[in-house]
């Protein structure tokens, strides 16, 4: 992946921190990036306990943990050929980490999500999920617990609306593209690009009698035909450089389809991309976005628009 010059990694004392750090140091060393360990530090939820003196000594006591464990990894990091330091962050996680970002011109942020699930909640933690929403630069959220057990990327999914006549939306698809076909170039992993697609107004053709049966399975092939000549067009350039690209058409909600193949492939990550709503920029992701990030288990590296502004300032 020779796109990344200044990563930062975000440990948070999880079980996925060792994980983390191994494929931090991989993308440093194959992108020769400089990386940033860092370790928040948020206050605590009732102000009035930062007057304990009991509190005092726990916040010095985990300070201490923190730095060491940063310390520990900007020594891994730096012993294998990295230009890695350390920063301590303070505050609510997401908004430290987009401020680092901010500040420090970081062009990707790797996060492990540790945080519980259940079957009443999304599948990533309210961290995970804020940096998804609001962080202008890429980001990569690791579920260590669903990839294989050796570290590897055996297979990247892409997803990206081909059929779209929307400029910006093109750009965003090219990115999306590149960064799945170089990450599982390095990898030597499977390069798997999904399409979803719908027959504008099917049922109601269907339902009301508007076209004989015949007419219908017309109308439906010749949609087909439309999405899968867009999604050949999408990764020509990148089979033109020698990629093997698997081209996957699932007909249906993108936001059920996409977290139901990542699945069934299984995917070890899944690159996508988020794209604003009309409204304040950056407080809400795309309807379809929010709802795979609703369902989807595996890893996901996350892009966004050129152009997207962050909700979170430095101030």
């Not at 360990?37 to 003196?53: G, T």
């Not at 069934?264 to 996508?272: F, G, K």
């Not at 996350?302 to 101030?315: C, I, N, Q, R, W």
Request: charged content about 25%; aromatic content about 4%.
């Amino acid at each position: 992946m020779k796109r990344f010059r200044n990563l930062v990694a975000v440990l948070n004392g999880g079980p996925g921190d060792a994980q983390l750090q191994r494929r931090a140091n991989a993308l440093a060393l194959a992108n020769g990036a400089a990386l940033t360990y860092c370790a928040p530090h948020e206050e605590p939820p009732v102000s009035l306990l930062k007057k304990s003196r009991l509190y005092r000594e726990l916040d010095r006591l985990v300070e201490k943990e923190r730095r060491s464990s940063l310390d520990r990894a900007v020594e891994a990091a730096t012993n294998a050929g990295i230009a890695a330091e350390a920063l301590m962050l303070r505050g609510k996680t997401f908004v430290a980490v987009i401020q680092a970002v901010l500040l420090r011109g970081h062009d990707l942020v790797l996060y492990p999500d540790d945080e519980t699930t259940s079957l009443h909640r999304p599948l990533f933690g309210s961290t995970a999920t804020h940096l998804l929403r609001k962080c202008p630069c890429p980001v990569w959220v690791l579920k260590p617990s669903r990839e294989a057990e050796d570290g590897r990327i055996r297979k990247v999914l892409a997803a990206i609306n081909a059929a779209t006549g929307i400029p910006s939306e093109q750009e965003l698809n090219t990115k999306i593209l590149e960064l799945a076909t170089s990450l599982a170039r390095r990898e030597g992993a499977e390069t798997h690009v999904v399409h979803c697609w719908a027959v504008y107004g099917e049922s109601l053709l269907a339902s009301r009698g508007r076209m004989t049966p015949e007419e219908l399975d017309e109308y439906r092939a010749e949609t087909l035909r439309i999405h899968r000549k867009a999604l050949e067009d999408a990764v020509a350039r990148f089979v033109a450089d020698g990629h093997d690209v698997r081209m996957l058409l699932r007909k249906g909600d993108p936001g059920l389809m996409i977290p139901e193949l990542a699945e069934t492939l299984p995917a070890d990550v899944v690159v996508m991309g988020t794209v604003a709503r009309t409204g304040i920029n950056g407080v809400f992701i795309g309807n379809t976005a929010e709802s795979v990030l609703q369902r989807i288990g595996c890893s996901v590296l996350a892009v966004k628009p050129d152009g997207f502004s962050s909700p979170v300032s430095l101030e």
